[in-house]
């Protein structure tokens, strides 16, 4: 059984930061591409970042140069660094990841986490 428990969600105002983490757990040989989504009330499900296991990176438009997404391949771990937030980041946030156990690729979700941007 895998599981992505992420955290690190909250009420900031603008311009403030958060980290959000997301721990992968369970009988895992290994993660290939981990990735942050998010879902605003009334939207559809959008790409945020993206990390290979190499570490290449790819970010939505609106996210470049402030969000930072990064791994620790030791710890199973993904964050996202976001900084200078806007009311329009207010979403929740799922994380992503690509999980090889039995030697079958399987893409896995967290259960999400909110972002709230407001003053």
């Known amino acids: 059984q895998v599981q992505l428990v992420e955290s690190g969600g909250g009420l900031v105002q603008p311009g403030g930061s958060l980290r959000l983490s997301c721990a992968a757990s369970?009988?895992?040989?290994?993660?290939?591409?981990m990735g942050w989504y998010r879902q605003a009330p009334g939207k559809q499900r959008e790409l945020v970042a993206t990390i290979t296991s190499g570490g290449s990176t790819n970010y939505k438009d609106s996210v470049l140069g402030r969000f930072t997404i990064s791994r620790d391949n030791a710890k199973n771990t993904v964050y996202l660094q976001t900084n200078s937030l806007k009311p329009e980041d207010t979403a929740v946030y799922y994380c992503?990841?690509?999980?090889?156990?039995?030697?079958?690729?399987?893409?896995?979700w967290g259960q999400g986490t909110q972002v709230t941007v407001s003053s």
């Open positions: 992503n990841a690509d999980i090889v156990v039995d030697y079958v690729v399987t893409h896995y």
């Open positions: 369970g009988s895992i040989f290994s993660i290939k591409a």
